[in-house]
């Protein structure tokens, strides 16, 4: 078996740190970051984290061969599909021993170098500062953040050119801004109809009646095409440790 791809390639030897994205399912009770796949696994250490393979392989992980490793992806923009409430993203730091692919990477250590408070933890001023104080306590060398867009500008993408790689963000978030936006526009073009003067619907012809038809079916149209794009295409596996 192969690696993922996306997360596949030759094992490489990178000079320095690699910085990458992922999710993590935030644990209240002791502010551990377990993975999202895998969780039976443990969660992260917060000295750095040691890949092993979840499957039970003798081999050195990452493996060619395997899917195992510590994923990254290379763009925050593709760290954001969420699995349940509860998840976080983190920008972690890999080093040693790589597999380098095209949308992330698969690496042998790596740490948790910044994190944001769960979603619902940020407008709770009592739960925030104790998700804050869990977290400082358990990855005392991470930085906790109370917004994912400060951590993201604070900890951008490093461009890794130089090794051939092309860090290219993920074009879902537009669709799902797009698909929300025609969705609303159409309701509201709906609920307008209600605004009318009185007699306006019976007085309206069949060439009107057609075009508010071909309207509507315009609308359907559209919004299938856009949800059909609001996920990245199956190219990878998620992550496993």
């Known amino acids: 078996m192969t690696g993922p791809f996306g997360f596949d390639g030759s094992p490489a030897l990178v000079?320095?740190?690699?910085?990458?994205?992922r999710r993590f399912r935030?644990?209240?009770?002791?502010?551990?970051?377990?993975?999202?796949?895998?969780?039976?696994c443990g969660p992260w250490s917060g000295d750095g984290e040691h890949a092993i393979c979840a499957d039970g392989g003798d081999h050195a992980a990452p493996d060619p061969q395997c899917g195992c490793g510590l994923y990254g992806w290379y763009h925050p923009s593709r760290a954001t599909a969420s699995s349940g409430?509860?998840?976080?993203?983190?920008?972690?730091?890999?080093?040693?021993?790589?597999?380098l692919g095209d949308d992330g990477f698969r690496a042998a250590r790596a740490r948790?170098?910044?994190v944001a408070l769960p979603f619902g933890a940020r407008f709770r001023p009592r739960e925030c500062a104790r998700s804050r104080q869990l977290l400082g306590a358990r990855y005392p060398h991470a930085e906790v953040y109370r917004s994912r867009r400060r951590m993201v500008r604070e900890h951008p993408p490093v461009d890794l050119r130089e090794l051939g790689i092309t860090v290219r963000p993920s074009t879902v978030p537009r669709y799902v801004r797009s698909a929300l936006g025609v969705w609303?526009?159409?309701i509201l073009l709906i609920y307008s109809v209600a605004?009318?003067?009185?007699?306006?619907?019976?007085?309206?012809?069949?060439?009107?009646?057609?075009?508010?038809?071909?309207g509507f079916v315009l609308w359907q149209v559209l919004l299938v095409w856009l949800a059909t794009r609001c996920s990245d295409p199956p190219r990878v596996r998620p992550p496993r440790r």
């Open 184 to 186: 609303l526009l159409g």
């Open 85 to 99: 409430f509860g998840e976080v993203t983190a920008v972690i730091s890999a080093q040693g021993r790589s597999i």
């Open 15 to 21: 000079p320095r740190e690699l910085r990458g994205y």
């Open 26 to 40: 935030f644990v209240d009770l002791d502010g551990s970051l377990l993975p999202t796949v895998y969780s039976s």
């Open 112 to 114: 948790v170098e910044a």
């Open 195 to 214: 605004l009318l003067p009185s007699g306006a619907l019976s007085r309206a012809g069949p060439a009107a009646w057609l075009g508010v038809l071909g």
